[in-house]
């Protein structure tokens, strides 16, 4: 059974950085583009970023467009977010995810889920 464990997330002030990890066991990253989602309190799960298989191909949600960057180090089984210039609407539950759909923006496109990393950004 595949499986993705995030880690990295934590509490920061606004203005800060962090930078969430994903390992990912067997083959995942070898066939799968990788992305990551957020849930904030109440809401539902939003795309934040994707890194597609092979081609170099990142994505990011326009909100985070410029602050985040993806990473995959496919050798390794590691998929990255570094998060700078964090807001408290960045707050939320931050989930890895793989998907061997081109809709990478799409939560319900992902086969695989991590059991997510909680980042809190204060005011």
């Known amino acids: 059974q595949a499986q993705l464990v995030e880690s990295g997330g934590g509490f920061v002030q606004a203005g800060g950085s962090l930078r969430l990890s994903c390992a990912a066991s067997g083959r995942i990253l070898s066939n799968h583009a990788m992305g990551w989602f957020r849930q904030a309190p109440g809401k539902e799960r939003a795309f934040v970023s994707a890194?597609?298989?092979?081609?170099?191909?990142?994505d990011y949600a326009d909100s985070v467009k410029g602050r985040f960057t993806i990473s995959r180090d496919d050798a390794k089984n590691m998929v990255y977010l570094q998060m700078n210039s964090l807001k408290p609407e960045d707050t939320g539950v931050y989930f890895c995810?793989?998907?061997?759909?081109?809709?990478?923006?799409?939560?319900?496109?992902?086969?695989?889920w991590g059991q997510g990393t909680q980042v809190t950004v204060s005011s």
């Open positions: 890194a597609w298989l092979g081609s170099g191909i990142t």
């Open positions: 995810a793989a998907t061997r759909s081109t809709s990478t923006r799409w939560a319900r496109s992902y086969s695989y």
